[in-house]
């Protein structure tokens, strides 16, 4: 913590200079929230873990048979349930990360109005939360492929990186949409739409070698394309090829999607105590 | 001793939306706000009937110091602009003028268990709650058995606080809270919960933390407290400051702020409030010298009357009877006075008067309480007490009959009586 000697002014209409510095100094509270929110969510729920599980688990098994045995989409030579689970991993993460980081705020009002902490802590906090759910769903992928005797090559490594964008696409959602839901209240109704929107429109049901090519740097600018294309290449190796040019685009409009929701969540935060 | 916090010309502006139907914001109605002043505008009938702003002042020009080792009390009506002022300190808000320099950490308590989970142990509490008020780990851990020790709480620590009484939550809430380590400390009415003995710890704790150099602010609506707890006090009325001086100096003036009501004089007959049960209902009470005229700064030399009019409106036939209680500042009880050969009571009016004979009390603040007790052989029942509704301020003049005998510090106790006494020297 500051030591004693540490002095600050607050004055009318000035951004504070120590922002950062004191993101620093309360990492720890950034580590209870998280830790807060992990213990709650798996002491309420008898089934806790399992819940983390069962969701991906569902949805991978209607997709295979809506898109894979009804429509018969290609796969590629995949199994077509890994070739969905490849891809459920990083949107389930997204989709209850931005979920729960968008009414992250709302629903710590009762700490916000009381107490000093950058707010910046809350949102990102709730990626965490969404960080743990993931990596259990990871160890499922895993028994999945020993099931089908799937073996990764090399490529798995670089699964980090897109994870690391997965994180990056979903802070910077989630910091825009806190941030709004805090102001306009009803924006929440909002929120589900959007998700669900979102499922259909990145290629977690199917390859998104389906994309017609003239189409496919458009359709990569939604980044979480770039996410889960790099994700089904690094499960898949060779079999899902990457294109480079569209991860390029989704990383640039994640980076924006980051940059942007920084600075929002910055000139709106001063604010929230008063509004919350 | 140098200061901790300085500001000046602090402010801030709340907008007040008039037309707001819902207490939220929602963007729906934004968006159809905009089209319809949009088509006002278009159609040229734009004659601004939009919702109307108004904007208030929560707090203006507050300018102030607060030094190493000082307990400044805040004192004001509801709405006045205390916890506004807080806030704008604990960083919460921004002020919408001024500015403030604050020189170390500042811990607030704005509110007893700020982030407590209900379904997280006694334990898990402390290390959450220890970290939103801005405590580190290592802090909270080697502070741990102390916490647990002054919130008396070590049978329940792994119960989840959801299963918890009130008062062990307050108790543990409060005690992660008091000890914090910080050189500001913040705390707004929330001594006001728990039980007396804990309050009294908690006062205590208070205490030791301005003695240590660490300074204190502290909201309260009880003047008792203030007066016992800091060594200085403001005023704040409409979001400005009034007073700043000596809490006892600056309680008086805020009680002689209600218009007319003086803080020795009570009228509940025209107000809204009524004291009472369906038995007997409290009229109106006062605190006067022996010429009936109200009074709240009598001398120590000089007789006082404190006097109270109730009415019995059914016919219980019970045996009601009058009672005073009366504390010192620091919320101690000073002695209860009851009226003796009480007949029973008529319906109808009552006027109950007491006569405090002159050199009794000490000097310094008192505050009144007034209560209506029936006795019957099932019991007795309490049909009114207003407590702390009255105060004065009893003077001493510093003369030779006081037998201070030159000695000009303050002699302490509840009441200071001209005793007989004898002194003689044995051969």
């Known amino acids: 913590m500051a030591n004693s000697s540490h002095q600050i002014v607050i004055e009318a209409g000035r951004t504070e200079r120590?922002?950062?510095?004191?993101?620093?100094?309360?990492?720890?509270?950034?580590?209870?929230?998280?830790?807060?929110?992990?213990?709650?969510?798996?002491?309420q729920t008898v089934i806790g873990i399992a819940w983390s599980v069962l969701r991906p688990l569902l949805t991978m098994v209607i997709f295979t048979i809506v898109f894979g045995t009804l429509a018969k989409l290609p796969s590629d030579g995949v199994p077509y349930p890994i070739l969905v689970f490849a891809a459920m991993l990083p949107w389930h993460f997204f989709a209850s990360a931005v979920a729960e980081g968008s009414n992250s705020l709302v629903q710590n009002a009762n700490i916000i109005s009381k107490v000093y902490f950058p707010r910046i802590i809350v949102p990102v906090g709730a990626v965490v939360v969404s960080v743990v759910d993931f990596l259990i769903?990871?160890?499922?992928?895993?028994?999945?492929?020993?099931?089908?005797?799937?073996?990764?090559?090399?490529?798995?490594?670089?699964?980090?990186?897109?994870?690391?964008?997965?994180v990056t696409v979903s802070t910077g959602l989630i910091l825009w949409?806190?941030?709004?839901?805090?102001?306009?209240?009803?924006?929440?109704?909002?929120?589900?739409?959007?998700?669900?929107?979102?499922l259909l429109i990145s290629p977690v049901g199917f390859s998104s070698s389906v994309v017609p090519h003239d189409w496919r740097l458009v359709y990569s600018l939604n980044p979480m394309v770039g996410v889960i294309d790099g994700f089904r290449w690094s499960v898949l190796g060779g079999q899902a090829p990457l294109y480079v040019p569209g991860?390029?685009?989704?990383?640039?409009?994640?980076?924006?999607?980051?940059?942007?929701?920084?600075?929002?969540?910055?000139k709106t935060e001063r604010s929230f105590a008063d509004v919350i | 001793m140098s200061w901790v916090v300085q500001a000046e010309g602090l402010g801030k502006q709340y907008i007040l939306r008039h037309e707001a139907r819902a207490r939220y914001v929602a963007l729906r109605d934004v968006i159809s706000d905009g089209i319809r002043n949009f088509a006002l505008r278009m159609t040229g009938r734009d004659s601004g009937q939009r919702a109307s702003i108004e904007r208030f002042w929560a707090l203006?020009?507050?300018?102030?110091?607060?030094?190493?080792?000082?307990?400044?009390?805040?004192?004001?009506?509801?709405?006045?602009?205390?916890?506004?002022?807080?806030?704008?300190?604990?960083r919460i808000t921004d002020p919408t003028s001024g500015r403030v320099a604050i020189k170390g950490r500042v811990a607030s308590l704005l509110e007893v268990g700020t982030g407590f989970h209900p379904e997280l142990t006694g334990r898990e509490n402390i290390f959450l709650n220890g970290a939103i008020l801005g405590m580190a780990r290592s802090e909270i851990?080697?502070?741990?058995?102390?916490?647990?020790?002054?919130?008396?709480?070590?049978?329940?620590?792994?119960?989840?606080?959801?299963r918890y009484s009130s008062g062990m939550y307050v108790r543990l809430a409060f005690s992660v809270a008091a000890h914090l380590e910080t050189e500001i400390l913040i705390v707004d009415e929330v001594l006001a919960v728990g039980d007396l003995h804990f309050q009294k710890k908690c006062l205590g704790r208070m205490q030791e933390v301005a003695g240590s150099g660490r300074a204190v602010l502290f909201v309260s609506h009880n003047m008792a407290t203030i007066t016992s707890l800091c060594t200085r006090c403001m005023l704040l009325d409409f979001g400005r400051l009034l007073e700043d001086g000596r809490p006892s100096d600056v309680i008086l003036k805020y009680y002689g702020r209600g218009g007319s009501v003086s803080p020795a004089a009570l009228d509940l007959t025209a107000s809204e409030k009524q004291v009472g049960d369906a038995h007997a209902r409290l009229m109106s009470a006062a605190i006067q010298d022996v010429n009936g005229r109200t009074i709240y700064e009598p001398e120590l030399g000089q007789p006082i009357v404190v006097t109270m009019r109730y009415r019995i409106l059914d016919a219980a036939r019970l045996k009601s009877v009058p009672n005073f209680h009366f504390y010192r500042a620091d919320g101690t009880c000073a002695f209860v006075a009851g009226a003796p050969n009480v007949e029973i009571s008529e319906p109808g009016e009552y006027i109950a008067a007491c006569?405090?004979?002159?050199?009794?009390?000490?000097?310094?603040?008192?505050?009144?309480?007034?209560?209506?007790?029936?006795?019957?052989?099932?019991?007795?029942?309490?049909?009114?007490?207003?407590?702390?509704?009255?105060?004065?301020?009893?003077?001493?003049?510093?003369?030779s009959v006081g037998r201070r005998h030159g000695y000009g510090g303050p002699i302490p106790g509840a009441v200071r009586p001209l005793l007989e006494w004898t002194v003689e020297r044995l051969k």
């Open chain 1, 18 to 43: 120590h922002y950062w510095r004191d993101l620093w100094s309360y990492r720890e509270l950034f580590f209870f929230l998280a830790w807060r929110d992990i213990l709650v969510r798996y002491k």
């Open chain 1, 137 to 166: 769903s990871c160890a499922l992928l895993l028994l999945l492929m020993i099931w089908y005797r799937f073996v990764p090559d090399w490529h798995i490594l670089l699964m980090p990186f897109f994870l690391i964008l997965a």
């Open chain 1, 177 to 198: 949409l806190a941030a709004l839901n805090v102001r306009y209240r009803d924006f929440r109704y909002i929120v589900p739409f959007l998700i669900q929107a979102g």
């Open chain 1, 247 to 266: 991860l390029v685009l989704s990383i640039e409009a994640s980076m924006l999607l980051l940059v942007t929701g920084i600075v929002y969540f910055r």
């Open chain 2, 60 to 90: 203006k020009d507050v300018s102030f110091e607060l030094r190493q080792g000082e307990r400044l009390g805040i004192i004001g009506r509801n709405g006045a602009g205390k916890s506004t002022l807080l806030k704008i300190l604990s």
């Open chain 2, 141 to 162: 851990r080697r502070k741990f058995d102390e916490i647990v020790a002054f919130a008396e709480i070590e049978r329940f620590l792994d119960t989840p606080v959801k």
């Open chain 2, 355 to 399: 006569r405090i004979p002159s050199h009794f009390l000490n000097d310094g603040s008192y505050f009144v309480g007034f209560a209506l007790t029936s006795f019957s052989n099932v019991g007795h029942a309490v049909h009114f007490f207003e407590q702390s509704a009255l105060c004065f301020n009893v003077r001493d003049p510093m003369d």
